[in-house]
Every structure is written in structure tokens, then in C-alpha cells.
T-cell receptor
């Protein structure tokens, strides 16, 4: 199946800083999503972004499908941004969403 | 966006009992639902794909007799952990995609997740 790799695995940020999370995937995809898992375990949909760029408030994401990577940008980070960010993708011809290992982000005041 | 509910949110049971977890798509129809499990500090691992009106497809290494899946309607899938043992303790999360015409284009391809069920087997 498709391999999804995320980096960095752990990130500590000062409140107000910007950061970039990276997701590499091993095959062509027809679905790529970014999630934020909150402390209670709920996966919050951030972006559906198999290609292109999207923005939602302080978050934005870019997927370059031809080069098989996606980036999640967090600007002006806040303590509520802490948690694990997951990238997940579905390979063309497949039906299953495969997850990366996540980026553990801690924002300190 | 679309909403997926899961019940119960937390369950503690004795070893040897069976536990049923329900997953519902509240505002869309889901011909396919997915069940994941997550251990502490780890990623989500797909257990099975649940197809409405047919048998579930299990991932390699997942015991279908241990984890019974029923997808009786377009809005409900259930996972039953039979004869649960302490090693079955985990966080179980269901997911669904909106394949219908009720949602707009992007929503129809986005996969939504329930809030999860924490299972502790004593």
C-alpha cells in the first residue's frame, strides 16, 4: 500500500511562531487530508487537499501532487494548536485512507 | 461539514465479555464506513472496511471472528469486540465518506471521523 511519512515527528513552538509540517507519500493519490487530533482523541478535519493550495484562518496547506508531498503551515501559533497533526492519503485505485505517524506539536506560552 | 457519531465514548468491561460500538453518519449516507484502532502515542491503523449490505473487508492480521462488523443501513455500522481481553484495550475510531448526492463535491470525497471509543478490558 501507499506509504505516508510525516516530518518532523515532534515540534516545540513558542506561541506566535510559524511552522511547517511536511507529508511525503509514495504513490499518486486521489485523496489527501490533514487532521488535528485534539487531546480527547477527536480527529478534526483541517483540509481535503489532493492538489493545490487552501487556506483556513491561520492554517494553510499546499499539495504538490507531481512531487508527492504536502505541507501544512501554521502561522502565529497558539497554545490551542497543540496536539497531533496527521496526514492521510488514498492511492489511486484504492479505497483506504492510509495515515502517517503524525506530527506532535507543542505550543508553549 | 458532515458529522459522524460514535457510542459509547468510553467502556470498561471484564475480560471475556463482548462490547458493541455503534457508528452513525448523522447527516449523510455512507455506503462505506471504516474502523480504525489507535494505541497510545501511535497512528491510526485501519482494521476493516464496512460495506452496507455486504460483508466487511478486514485488513491483514485482524481477526474477523474477534471483531464483528455489521453495516445494516446507510447510516449505521457496528463493531463488536467479542470475548474481549486486556490486549484489546485501545481507542477505536470509526469513519465514513459521503458518497451520496447530499453533499457538495469536496464533502463527498472527504472522510469524516467519529469521536472514538476508549475500551478498557480488565
Amino acid at each position: 500500500g501507499i506509504q505516508v511519512e510525516q516530518s518532523p515527528p515532534d515540534l516545540i513552538l513558542q506561541e506566535g511562531a510559524n511552522s511547517t509540517l511536511r507529508c511525503n507519500f509514495s504513490d499518486s493519490v486521489n485523496n489527501l487530508q490533514w487532521f488535528h487530533q485534539n487531546p480527547w482523541g477527536q480527529l478534526i478535519n483541517l483540509f481535503y487537499i489532493p492538489s493545490g493550495t487552501k487556506q483556513n484562518g491561520r492554517l494553510s496547506a499546499t499539495t504538490v501532487a507531481t512531487e508527492r508531498y504536502s505541507l501544512l503551515y501554521i502561522s502565529s501559533s497558539q497554545t490551542t494548536d497543540s496536539g497531533v497533526y496527521f496526514c492521510a492519503a488514498i492511492r489511486y485505485g484504492n479505497n483506504r485512507l492510509a495515515f502517517g505517524k503524525g506530527n506532535q506539536v507543542v505550543v508553549i506560552p | 461539514g458532515a458529522v459522524v457519531s460514535q457510542h459509547p465514548s468510553r467502556v470498561i468491561c471484564k475480560s471475556g465479555t463482548s462490547v458493541k460500538i455503534e457508528c452513525r453518519s448523522l447527516d449523510f449516507q455512507a455506503t462505506t464506513m471504516f474502523w480504525y484502532r489507535q494505541f497510545p502515542k501511535q497512528s491510526l491503523m485501519l482494521m476493516a472496511t464496512s460495506n452496507e449490505g455486504s460483508k466487511a473487508t478486514y485488513e491483514q492480521g485482524v481477526e474477523k471472528d474477534k471483531f464483528l462488523i455489521n453495516h445494516a443501513s446507510l447510516t449505521l455500522s457496528t463493531l463488536t469486540v467479542t470475548s474481549a481481553h486486556p490486549e484489546d484495550s485501545s481507542f477505536y475510531i470509526c469513519s465514513a465518506r459521503d458518497w451520496g448526492t447530499s453533499g457538495r463535491g469536496t464533502q463527498r470525497r472527504t472522510q469524516y471521523f467519529g469521536p472514538g471509543t476508549r475500551l478498557l478490558v480488565l
